[in-house]
Structure formats: C-alpha cells, structure tokens
C-alpha cells in the first residue's frame, strides 16, 4: 500500500481497571479533555465506550483517507523521580505501551508508537519490551515528562535505542496542552546527545517553537539536518495559527523534503487556511479534502512542501 504514514497521531484513552493508562483530575477538568472529548463525541463517565469510540473513529479516518496508508499510534509515558519511579503526583496521564499494543491489533493500519521515559529505572528492559510487542518508534516530550534528552546519564539509553533500531520522536517547542515545566529541554540541540549514538531522531512540530513569533530553533534545525544525517523532523501540528510560521518557512526549503515526515498531531485540528499561500486550487483543494490526513497532505503539497523521508528507512517497520 502507498501513500503517506502519519507519524505523530495521538491515542486518547481513560483509565480502566486493566489498561494500564491514566489521568488526573486536574487533567480530566483541563480545557485540552474537554475539547478533545466534546470534538470526537466521547462519554467522559464510561471509559471503556470512550476508548473504543475514540479507536473506531482514528480507524475509521485512516480508512476513508485517501492520501494515508498508516498512522503511528503514540503512547505518553509518565513523570518519573530522580530514583527512576512514576511520579504520581506530576504525572497529568499516562497512554500505556500496552493499550497502544493492543489498539494496534485492531488494525493493520496502525503502526504501535511507544513511549518510555528514560529516565524510568526499567528503561532498557521496557524498551526491548516494547520493541517485541511491534513498536515502530519511542515517542517523548521532554517537557511533560520533566527530563532533559541532553543529560549525560541518559547515553545508555539512546546506545539501547540505537542497537534496536528505535528511533526517537521528540516534542519541539513550547507545550500548552500538557502544564510545561523547564520549556528549555523541548529545544531541538537537546537531542544531539541521541544523534551522537546513532539514534534516528525525529524532531516534531517542524522544529517549531508553538509561540506565534519567531522561529529560534530553524536555524539550529539547519545546522543539525547539516551534521547529522539521522535527523528528521515531522511537519505535524504545523498549520495551526501558533507553528503556521514555521510551515511558511519550511516551504522555502524544498531541498530538505527528504528529512520530512508526514504528520497530523491527530486529533489537533489540521486546518486549510495556510494553503492560501499556495493559491486559491490549493486552499480549494485542502479545503473541500473532508478528511483531516487529506486536509494535512493537500496544505503540504499545495504549498510545495510534500514530505519525502521514506518511512522505511526511519521507522522500525
Ligand atoms: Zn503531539
């Protein structure tokens, strides 16, 4: 099958006596629940039907989609404390390795997304654990998850990551939707310590900074795609109004499409307007797509910028 694999979807999924996943009041009242449970119809009170409604309608999105092959389903791992355990109090939710394991053998389209936080004291063991269950990549978001990628303590782990042939997602930027701590970590050079090892590394969000002005982290974006040959970015969450100057940009740089990964950032909103700049047969295009990957996948082309890193060549497929 060809056509696009969405890199960056998210699963969404409350917690129930087996899966492993979990949230905290705080994050249940959060404006960011609220939206996504209002926008895919989900019954906050009755876990499991919210879990196989929100499932059956990423399934059903991926199948009626006419530019998606697959889609990597992503996992959230927790906070964790300085002696390697799950911090309860800080963690906001936890998608388990486990859940997206499971939704994965519901169908072929979706590829499993995992997510440990290397920081977690069983890090290499879950790592080679997730790597048998079929995981294609080891999502993380230094902010959220309170760790710094560039902390020296972390290299067994990427060494690990490199000898299974995982490659890395990292959130880029700023982080409204989950409580951000240290912004700082979220900065792509954070990540060179992963590149050294021979980690492949796919920055997110385009290497967007996600705060409507200014683009600080393009220039370093340049100057590692320059060095490292095992740096990708993903071009997901990018035609929101916050990381739309970001896509701008990027669609000056036609020469870097083979570091580009398609992405969504589902279930965010993948939105028309940006096709603009690539003319009113491109804003109509994108516009009239009725499917979100469609509406993702006609703004890139029509502004120039269709991604073209081969996902067999990044993911662990
Ligand atoms: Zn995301």
């Known amino acids: ?7 960056h979807c998210h699963v969404a999924a409350l917690p129930t006596k087996d899966n492993g996943c979990r949230i905290s009041e ?3 009242k959060s ?59 800080h963690t906001e939710f936890v998608i388990s390795n486990d859940y997206v394991a499971s939704a994965c053998r519901k169908s072929p389209r979706l590829l499993m997304g995992a997510s440990v936080n290397p920081k ?27 760790f710094d990628p560039a902390d020296k303590a972390l290299g067994p782990v990427w060494k690990k990551m490199a000898d299974l042939g995982l490659p890395l997602l990292s959130h880029i930027g700023f982080e409204f939707t989950l ?15 992963a590149l050294e090892q021979g980690v492949k590394v796919i920055a997110a969000h385009g290497c967007s900074n996600g705060v409507f002005f200014g ?6 974006m340049d100057e590692m795609m320059a060095k490292y040959p095992n740096f990708y970015v993903d071009l997901s969450a990018l035609t929101l ?12 740089r036609p020469e870097l499409a083979g570091r580009f990964l398609f992405g969504t950032d589902y279930p965010l909103p993948c939105l028309s307007y940006p096709a603009l700049a690539g003319g009113l047969g491109a804003f109509w295009g994108a516009f009239t797509a009725g499917n979100k990957f469609d509406t ?15 996902p067999a060549k990044v993911l662990r497929l």
Do not use: C, W
């Open 1 to 7: 099958m060809s056509g696009y694999v969405d890199v």
């Open 26 to 28: 705080k994050m249940l």
């Open 31 to 89: 404006p960011a629940a609220r939206m996504v449970a209002t926008l895919q119809g989900l019954p906050l009170d009755r876990p499991e039907e919210a879990n196989e409604k929100y499932l059956a309608k990423l399934i059903s999105e991926i199948e009626s989609s006419k530019k998606l092959s697959k889609a990597v389903a992503l996992a959230m791992d927790g906070v964790y404390d300085s002696s390697g355990r799950l911090d309860e109090a």
């Open 120 to 146: 977690r004291r069983d890090a290499l063991d879950e790592l080679s654990r997730v790597a048998s269950l079929g995981a294609v990549l080891n999502k993380v978001l230094p902010n959220a998850m309170v």
């Open 179 to 193: 409580i951000g701590h240290d912004q700082s970590v979220g900065f792509p050079e954070r990540l060179i310590p």
């Open 215 to 220: 683009e600080p982290h393009l220039k370093t």
């Open 241 to 252: 109004p916050n990381r739309v100057g970001a896509l701008l940009r990027l669609a000056r």
């Open 296 to 310: 993702q996948a006609a703004v890139l082309e029509g502004l120039g910028l269709a991604p073209a890193a081969d």
